[in-house]
């Protein structure tokens, strides 16, 4: 983090725990962050120094948080969300990361004047390896978009977006896209075993294999066709493999847009 700010996390699940230790190991002081968090364990494992309460009405009267994220379920956000609508002001930016709910959601429940940024992150943020795509609203200044971006990017990439449409879109790709991965994982195992392996080592196979070809896409350079054109020897296994794979109407292109239509469509549903 290159400058001090004061931080209110609400909710330390496992994406909130995933970006306060990213916040940490960045140099965030330990005492500039106060979380609100419920259940009586997860406060008792925060690291020293972060001051924890378990519920809105216990934090500090003096205590004006800079950024406030919102990272609990989305499902929990009707009763969560207007506690925090007295830090409304000059200075102080809401973030949100649950799934679904919209910047006029946030503008209903904090006032029409609050600076909010809606963003969707995805799973890997567990692990520093996530990708959050953000869109924020007109009273965002522009040192609160760099600060947001810079909160995101302490558990991966950060892209953003004017058009806030487009976060169904994300939601569908890279929202909901470690489970296709996951998935294909699930079938080259299972089709392995098919094919004659003892199911353990076709386990071993799928997943390193897909967390290996994911590591080097990412550290490469080249895009993925490229890379899959690499691996393909004209007549060979892999070739015959990608005929099944690619066919046109019902190959894996197909059913991929397909899945992502479905997906983003449901996301706006969800929105409202």
């Given at each position: 983090?290159?400058?001090?700010r004061?931080l209110?996390?609400i909710?330390?699940?496992?994406?909130?725990?995933?970006?306060?230790?990213g916040?940490?190991?960045g140099?965030?002081?330990?005492?500039?962050?106060?979380?609100?968090e419920?259940?009586?364990?997860?406060?008792e494992?925060?690291?020293?120094?972060?001051?924890?309460?378990?519920?809105?009405?216990?934090i500090?009267?003096?205590?004006?948080?800079?950024v406030?994220?919102?990272?609990?379920?989305?499902?929990?956000?009707?009763?969560?969300?207007p506690?925090?609508?007295?830090?409304?002001g000059?200075?102080?930016?809401?973030l949100?990361?649950?799934a679904?709910?919209?910047?006029?959601?946030?503008?209903?429940?904090?006032g029409?004047?609050?600076?909010?940024?809606?963003?969707?992150?995805?799973?890997?943020?567990?692990?520093?390896?996530?990708?959050?795509?953000?869109?924020?609203?007109?009273h965002?200044?522009?040192?609160q978009?760099?600060?947001?971006?810079?909160?995101?990017?302490a558990?991966?990439?950060?892209?953003?977006?004017?058009?806030?449409?487009?976060?169904d879109a994300?939601?569908?790709?890279s929202?909901?896209?470690?489970?296709?991965v996951?998935?294909?994982?699930?079938?080259?195992?299972?089709?392995?075993?098919?094919?004659?392996?003892?199911?353990?080592?076709?386990?071993?196979?799928?997943?390193?294999?897909?967390?290996?070809?994911?590591?080097?896409?990412?550290?490469?350079?080249e895009?993925?066709?490229?890379?899959?054109?690499?691996?393909?020897?004209?007549?060979?296994?892999?070739?015959?493999?990608?005929?099944?794979?690619?066919?046109?109407?019902?190959g894996?292109?197909?059913?991929?847009?397909?899945a992502?239509v479905?997906?983003?469509?449901r996301?706006?549903?969800?929105a409202g």
């Amino acid at each position: 983090m290159t400058a001090s700010r004061r931080l209110l996390l609400i909710g330390c699940g496992k994406m909130g725990g995933a970006m306060l230790g990213g916040w940490l190991a960045g140099g965030l002081a330990p005492g500039d962050v106060v979380v609100v968090e419920p259940f009586e364990a997860a406060r008792e494992a925060l690291p020293e120094g972060v001051v924890a309460v378990a519920g809105p009405d216990a934090i500090d009267t003096e205590f004006a948080p800079d950024v406030v994220v919102f990272a609990v379920k989305p499902q929990m956000m009707d009763e969560t969300a207007p506690h925090y609508a007295r830090y409304v002001g000059p200075g102080a930016v809401f973030l949100s990361i649950a799934a679904g709910k919209t910047i006029g959601y946030f503008e209903d429940a904090l006032g029409p004047t609050a600076a909010i940024v809606r963003s969707m992150p995805n799973t890997p943020a567990a692990i520093g390896r996530g990708i959050s795509v953000a869109c924020a609203n007109a009273h965002v200044s522009t040192p609160q978009r760099e600060t947001c971006g810079e909160l995101l990017s302490a558990v991966g990439e950060v892209a953003w977006v004017e058009d806030e449409a487009l976060l169904d879109a994300v939601t569908a790709v890279s929202g909901s896209g470690p489970a296709y991965v996951f998935l294909l994982a699930e079938a080259m195992a299972a089709a392995g075993e098919t094919a004659g392996l003892p199911a353990e080592l076709a386990v071993q196979l799928a997943r390193a294999t897909v967390a290996g070809a994911g590591e080097l896409m990412r550290s490469s350079g080249e895009d993925a066709g490229q890379l899959r054109i690499n691996v393909t020897s004209p007549g060979g296994t892999t070739q015959a493999a990608l005929e099944v794979l690619m066919a046109e109407a019902d190959g894996l292109p197909a059913l991929m847009t397909r899945a992502v239509v479905a997906a983003a469509k449901r996301s706006s549903e969800l929105a409202g």
